[in-house]
């Protein structure tokens, strides 16, 4: 649905202020500063204890001078306490950033940042009108890429989207689920868990299927079968479907 864009006819002096484009423009900062957080392993380091800057910088073997800035720029960004000279996870960087945790988010982060080089020539992808993947620019190869894509919606399915989809959809009367485009089979594990009797088939390629069966432990009610979901047989008895992996895909 077209949205019309708002429109300014009288602007205010907070609108016209020119520092307004001059935070657009470093907005990427921020989003460097988490990367390399993740990437160094410092959110990790610090959930077991305050850490010293040059603590830190002796364990991800860095200058301690340029992770005393780096630390204290992911202060100001709310992603870490200071307490004395020792720094300290927030609670939102000990919730998401943590591997292992429930709510992790960092391979989404991971995901989203490589797209980096390919955002930074966009004007060339407009003129061009073709897409460009990370993996094509060389920014990352093609196994870092797609791993970091497949553990990325598994993310954002834990951190909130799977339970929200167990809440809103009633499968009480559902046997047997078609998981078209299925990844991990993130969902399917989520709505086989909340209803004993529902059976899921997650339909994927090869990549996403093999984190499935790292996480599936559901072998008896979640079966995987790795094609083409526009051509393989989906055979007979299904009564529901799951589509938003098509869906995301092809839109």
């Not at 909130?160 to 089979?185: F, I, S, W």
């Amino acid at each position: 649905m077209n949205r019309p864009m708002p429109s300014h006819h009288e602007p205010s002096a907070a609108s016209l202020d020119p520092e307004r484009i001059n935070e657009l423009s470093r907005s990427f900062w921020n989003s460097a500063i988490l990367r390399a957080g993740i990437k160094l392993g410092v959110f990790a380091l610090l959930d077991k204890g305050g850490l010293t800057a040059e603590q830190v910088a002796g364990k991800v073997k860095a200058s301690p001078r340029y992770v005393q800035a780096f630390l204290d720029s992911c202060g100001v960004l709310g992603l870490l306490d200071k307490q004395g000279d020792r720094y300290v996870n927030s609670p939102v960087a000990s919730q998401s950033l943590v591997p292992g945790k429930d709510k992790y988010v960092g391979d989404l982060v991971l995901h989203i940042t490589n797209h980096w080089e390919t955002w930074g020539r966009l004007d060339k992808l407009i003129q061009d009108g073709k897409t460009v993947r990370p993996f094509e620019t060389g920014y990352v190869d093609a196994a870092t890429y797609w791993r970091d894509y497949m553990w990325g919606q598994h993310n954002r399915a834990l951190a909130g989207q799977a339970e929200q989809l167990v809440k809103t959809v009633d499968l009480g009367n559902r046997n047997r689920m078609m998981d078209m485009g299925g990844g991990a089979a993130s969902y399917s594990i989520a709505l086989c868990q909340a209803n004993p009797q529902l059976k899921s088939v997650v339909i994927d390629q090869r990549e996403p299927l093999a984190i499935a069966r790292q996480l599936a432990g559901l072998q008896k009610r979640i079966r995987l079968v790795e094609g083409d979901f526009f051509t393989v047989d989906l055979g007979r008895g299904n009564d529901v479907a799951l589509i938003s992996g098509v869906t995301m895909i092809k839109s």
